[in-house]
C-alpha cells in the first residue's frame, strides 16, 4: 500500500510501509528496501527527501540514508518555503528542524496527549493544524480551536488543503469532508454523494474543482466549486 508521495528534480517518491519507491523522468523504477521500521511520513525539504520512522528522523540524498534523530514519534511534516521543517507528534507538540536540527524552540497544542496529523499554511501566513481531536489555528502565536461544537464535520482530521481562494479544506476520518470559508464550515460525507467517508489526500485543478481520495479506495470524487456537485471516477489499480 502506497502512503506518501512526493517529488524532487523530476524524481517521484512513493512510501510504502517499510519501502521507497523511486520513477525518474525517464520512468526508470527502483525499489529502495531501506530496512527501517515502520515509515511514518514522508516530504520533501531543502531537495533531500525526509522520512519520519519509529526508529527515529531520515534523509534519503544521493541513494544514501542518513539518522539525523531518534525523535520516533513524528506523525506528519510540513515545508515552510525551504526554510523550517515542522515536525507534527503524537504527543502534542510541533518541533522545529534547521539545518538537520531539531531546535529547542516549539509550538504545543494542549496539555492533553492529542496526536497530530497533519499541518499546513494558508496565504496569510495563518498556520492550520489537523488534530486526532480537532483544529487549532494559529496566529502571530495566538491559538484559536475549532471541533464539532464550532460546525466542523469530526474532530479527527486527516488532511488540510488550502484551495486558490484561500479556502480550508479539512478531510475527515469517517465524516467526509469539511470546507472552512468567512467563519463557517460546509460539510460534506456520503450522504451527499462522497463514495468514502474517510479523506486522506485532496487536490484542486485549473478550474478549481476539488479532488478527493481515499488510501483503501480506487475511486476520486471531484467536487464542483461553484454548486459542490460531486462526480465519481472509478480507477482501475491493481
Request: charged fraction near 20%; glycine fraction near 6%.
Amino acid at each position: 500500500q502506497i502512503r506518501d508521495i512526493t517529488c524532487i528534480n523530476g524524481n517521484h517518491y512513493f512510501t510504502t510501509e517499510t519501502s521507497l519507491l523511486t520513477i525518474d523522468e525517464n520512468l526508470k523504477v527502483e525499489i529502495v528496501e531501506l530496512k527501517i521500521h515502520k515509515i511514518l511520513s514522508m516530504t520533501s525539504f531543502q531537495n533531500k527527501l525526509y522520512l519520519s520512522t519509529e526508529k527515529g528522523l531520515f534523509t534519503y540524498h544521493n541513494s544514501k540514508l542518513r539518522k539525523i534523530s531518534s525523535q520516533n514519534n513524528i506523525i506528519t511534516m510540513y515545508n515552510d518555503n525551504n526554510k523550517i521543517l515542522y515536525l507534527g507528534t503524537d504527543s502534542s507538540k510541533i518541533l522545529l528542524l534547521v539545518n538537520d536540527k531539531i531546535v529547542a524552540k516549539q509550538l504545543v497544542l494542549s496539555n492533553k496527549s492529542i496526536c497530530i496529523n497533519t499541518i499546513n499554511k494558508d496565504k496569510d501566513n495563518n498556520l492550520w493544524i489537523g488534530t486526532t481531536k480537532g483544529v487549532y489555528k494559529i496566529v502571530n502565536s495566538k491559538k484559536t480551536y475549532y471541533s464539532t461544537l464550532n460546525g466542523l464535520g469530526s474532530n479527527i482530521i486527516s488532511k488540510i488543503f488550502v484551495d486558490t481562494e484561500n479556502n480550508i479544506w479539512f478531510g475527515l476520518y469517517g465524516k467526509g469532508l469539511s470546507k472552512y470559508t468567512t467563519e463557517k464550515f460546509i460539510n460534506l460525507q456520503s450522504e451527499n454523494g462522497l463514495d468514502f467517508d474517510n479523506v486522506t489526500s485532496i487536490s484542486q485543478d485549473k478550474s478549481g474543482n476539488i479532488y478527493l481520495t481515499n488510501s483503501m479506495e480506487n475511486r476520486i470524487n471531484i467536487i464542483n466549486r461553484k454548486n459542490y456537485n460531486i462526480s465519481n471516477i472509478k480507477a482501475n489499480i491493481k
